[in-house]
């Protein structure tokens, strides 16, 4: 027999709204949803306390490291942070030592997480030319990115024309390909180590805008489907806005960072607040909260990018993002900026359809038993010592959040409660792309 659990005391979402409500999980699997006193006969019983249970949260846009970037983060560092932060599964983005171009660097990855993993990961992987899109899809990635503005491994897609004829073999493949936006041709070089404002000048709205445009041209000219990651600006969201009135297959996703930083960070956070795209004025955040309350933003994605201190001062792009984004998105909920029911779609039913994770993202019957358990009470302070990423520092530490995780539950089982990890590595599963199951 199959153990039976309860959690009870609880408001669920249930058909896109909070219901007072319980749920049996049988095995790892929700077996029934409704009020307490009609659930099954259970062997433990999870008292959520009045808490908020939502769908086990996705992050589509996580650098785990390991391999020879272990001294930055690892698979299990990576997704302890990643339970922490409220996430049930992550995808691993390709931009690694070595890089994620070949089935053989993938295979490699799969099997060195297995048994290291907190949550369940997908891996994504860039392929070096078109034409071998085929061998990575079967070696069992979930989605496919490419860095217009640079290159991992000889690859070269920074015009119209080498996106669309990727596009061609992605899409004939049903695989999102995301896209880091950047045109190659409008960032300006700076020195070794340059200041936040100098790197933010190198790096202008007009290079994502432009990057974009041709993203939106070649997905439309190829019908295939595109992910723009990170978008940071007013004029990349707009363009991106227009082209799905046109029917143009593209969606989007935002950080917390491009939501509420603005370059007025920089004074108090230094080279820390360097990432890529940089942060901006205070016009794009605005647009950017404005695109996830209207809709017009897709995927709310944390670009977890962990480093060393010692790179941050040579101005490496990046901070870590998986503990402060739950905290961060329902403090603005809390304070009336953003729909509650735009955050929880962004962060669960969205991202599973469009990279093909449908096994979570929804609380129903027959569904795995992920799900990120919140308090919506009180009020903290983010702090970058807690954290369990190896990268301990954040453009947000000392920020004041009136939300935050209580529990995290993977195939039945709450990994991380209460500010701790109660369970050993190894609950989490590498997911596999449909094409190869
Ligand atoms: C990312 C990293 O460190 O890997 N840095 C960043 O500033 N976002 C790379 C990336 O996603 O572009
Ligand atoms: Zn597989
Ligand atoms: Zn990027
Ligand atoms: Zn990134």
Not at 117 to 125: E, K, P, R, S
Not at 141 to 154: E, F, N, P, T, V
Not at 188 to 198: E, H, I, Q, Y
Not at 326 to 338: A, I, Q, S, W
């Amino acid at each position: 027999m199959e153990e039976v659990v309860n959690i009870i005391n609880a408001k669920v979402w249930l058909r896109r709204k909070l219901t007072e409500a319980g749920i049996s999980i049988v095995g790892d699997r929700i077996a029934k949803v409704g009020k307490d006193s009609n659930l099954l006969k259970a062997n433990r019983v999870f008292d959520a306390g009045g808490r908020v249970v939502l769908p086990g949260f996705i992050d589509v846009h996580t650098h785990l490291r390991d391999f020879e970037l272990s001294y930055k983060e690892d698979f299990s560092s990576g997704t302890a942070a990643a339970v922490a932060g409220g996430f049930t599964l992550v995808l691993d983005m390709p931009n690694n030592r070595p890089p994620t171009t070949t089935p053989e660097v993938l295979k490699a990855r799969i099997q060195k997480a297995e048994g290291k993993l907190y949550c369940d990961v997908g891996f994504y992987a860039t392929p070096k030319s078109p034409d071998q899109v085929r061998d990575l899809a079967n070696s069992g990635c979930i989605a496919m990115k490419i860095y217009m503005a640079r290159s991992l491994d000889g690859e070269k897609y920074s015009t119209e024309k080498e996106i669309f004829d990727l596009i061609k073999a992605t899409s004939s493949f049903g695989i999102t390909l995301s896209i880091h936006a950047e045109d190659s041709k409008m960032i300006r070089k700076v020195g070794d180590a340059p200041s936040p404002n100098l790197h933010a000048k190198a790096h202008p709205v007009k290079a994502e805008e432009n990057a974009i445009e041709m993203a939106i041209n070649a997905t439309r000219r190829s019908h295939g489907k595109v992910n723009i990651c990170h978008v940071s600006s007013l004029n990349g969201l707009s363009k991106i806005k227009r082209a799905k009135e046109d029917g143009v297959d593209v969606t989007c996703e935002a950080t917390p960072h491009h939501t509420i930083l603005t370059n007025e960070v920089f004074q108090k956070f230094g080279k820390i607040a360097i990432v890529e795209p940089p942060l901006r004025s205070k016009k794009h955040t605005e647009a950017i909260l404005k695109g996830i309350s209207d809709g017009d933003v897709d995927i709310l994605a944390t670009d977890h990018a962990p480093h060393t201190l010692e790179e941050k001062e040579k101005a490496q792009p990046g901070f870590p993002g998986l503990e402060i984004a739950l905290p961060v998105f329902f403090t603005l909920v809390k304070d009336g900026l953003l729909p509650l029911h735009r955050v929880v779609d962004a962060f669960t039913i969205k991202p599973a359809r469009r990279f093909s994770l449908d096994y979570s993202g929804e609380i129903d019957v027959g569904r795995t038993a992920n799900f990120t358990i919140i308090d919506l009470k009180g009020e903290k302070r983010i702090d970058q010592e807690n954290f369990f990423s190896k990268a301990k520092f954040s453009p947000f530490n000392g920020m004041v959040v009136k939300a935050g995780v209580y529990a995290t539950f993977i195939r039945g089982k709450e990994i991380f409660l209460n500010g701790e990890i109660v369970s050993p590595a190894g609950v989490g599963k590498v997911i596999h792309g449909k094409i190869c199951r």
